[in-house]
Every structure is written in structure tokens, then in C-alpha cells.
């Protein structure tokens, strides 16, 4: 079976501390995506992870992507409350298909 | 540009009713995927669609159905509604290369 897990699925943390997501799967697709949901809303495209040893920052965030171990990591620096969101990742079923599995999320609470 | 729209934006409907959902996909994009999110979950894919042909279908049953037309949007019907089918159904086009934009969803409640 497919799956994508993720952990932690809560994370509360006080700002300005650092903290790392971790997302796990099992398919063989070399491309990895994170997206960010607020509540009530859509998903935001963070990150798009093409190949192995893949890295991407913007701002605060940090993404990073290890293909043999089949895992990602978002790195969160120095967090402030406007990250407070539900972070997915997702891959391919098959690489380039653009039918993606979608991990648990993470509910992230950054608290002042 | 506009991005991937969606109508309508909420929608109640009761058991056994049968609804349609519609989206738009970012100018020049072909391909058009639809997820259901239920609460507290990760999105689940239903159906992708490229140049009018289903090009993937989820693990959903046949009371779901979906088509694209030649201007590329889409509509996914759902017939005979069961309560399990209350959830944020999403949108998405791709172009090469890129990932998932997502439309704003509609939000489906069935009583």
C-alpha cells in the first residue's frame, strides 16, 4: 500500500524556537511537494522537490529531500505565529503523474 | 492571471441528492485533478483529467464521475449523497514541471 506519514501530526511551539516535520513514504517518486493550509481554506504550494538531495528555502522554512531514505524534512527557523498552519507533503504515485498522495498533515501552533 | 476557480463556493444538499461541482484551470493549463478533503484529513484523489481524456482515477466509488470540457474545465458530479460525502472538494491544474495549484474548493455539506 501507498502511504505517506508524517510526523509530528501536532506541534505546538513558542516562537523563535526551531523544529523540524518529518515526512516519510513508500512510493518510488523522485518529486515531493509541501503545501501549507490555513483553516478553511486551500492549499498553498510551498515547495516543489525534484530530485534527490533537493533543498529549498523561502523565509523561515526549509525544505529538504532524501530520495533512498524516502524522506523529507521542512525545517522551521526562529518560528513566529503567522506559520501557524497545517503543513501537507505529498508525492507522485509515479513519478511525474501529477496523482498525489497526501501525507496526514501537521497541525503547527506557534505560540507567543 | 487568474488562478483555478471553483463554484460554487458552499453548497447543502441532503441524502440521495445528486450534485455538480465546477472548476476553471489557470489559463493554459490542460490537465485538471479533483480531491476530496474530508476534516481533519489529508486531501484524497479522485480523478485527473488531461485534454478531455480521464487519465486517473482514485479509490472512489461509481457515484462519483467527473469530465472536461474542450475549454478545459471540468465539472465532478456526485450522485445519491451520503452524509460521508460532506467534505472540501478541491481543484487542480498542473503544467510541466510545477506542482498542484490548488482552487479555493467547494464546500460540500450533505444532511
Known amino acids: 500500500e501507498l502511504k505517506v506519514e508524517q510526523n509530528p501530526l501536532f506541534l505546538s511551539m513558542q516562537e523563535g524556537k526551531n523544529y523540524t516535520i518529518y515526512c516519510n513514504y513508500s512510493t518510488t517518486s523522485d518529486r515531493l511537494y509541501w503545501y501549507r493550509q490555513d483553516p478553511g481554506k486551500s492549499l498553498e504550494s510551498l515547495f516543489v522537490?525534484?530530485?534527490?538531495?533537493a533543498v529549498k528555502q523561502e523565509g523561515r522554512l526549509m525544505a529538504s529531500l532524501d530520495t533512498k531514505a524516502r524522506l523529507s524534512t521542512l525545517h522551521i527557523t526562529a518560528a513566529v505565529h503567522d506559520l501557524s498552519a497545517t503543513y501537507f507533503c505529498a508525492v507522485d504515485r509515479a513519478s511525474g503523474t501529477y496523482k498525489y498522495i497526501f501525507g496526514t498533515g501537521t497541525r503547527l501552533k506557534v505560540l507567543a | 492571471d487568474a488562478g483555478v476557480t471553483q463554484s460554487p463556493t458552499h453548497l447543502i444538499k441532503t441524502r440521495g441528492q445528486h450534485v455538480t461541482l465546477r472548476c476553471s484551470p489557470i489559463?493554459?493549463?490542460?490537465?485538471v485533478s479533483w480531491y476530496q478533503q474530508v476534516l481533519g484529513q489529508g486531501p484524497q484523489f479522485i480523478f485527473q483529467?488531461?485534454?478531455?481524456?480521464?487519465?486517473g482515477r482514485g479509490n472512489f466509488p461509481d457515484r462519483f464521475s467527473a469530465r472536461q470540457f474542450p475549454n478545459y474545465s471540468s465539472e465532478l458530479n456526485v450522485n445519491a449523497l451520503l452524509l460521508g460525502d460532506s467534505a472540501l472538494y478541491l481543484c487542480?491544474?498542473?503544467?510541466?514541471?510545477?506542482?498542484?495549484?490548488f482552487g479555493p474548493g467547494t464546500r460540500l455539506t450533505v444532511l
Open positions: 483529467y488531461y485534454e478531455k481524456e480521464e487519465r
Open positions: 522537490l525534484l530530485s534527490n538531495g
Open positions: 487542480a491544474s498542473s503544467s510541466s514541471g510545477g506542482a498542484l495549484l
Open positions: 489559463s493554459g493549463h490542460k490537465s
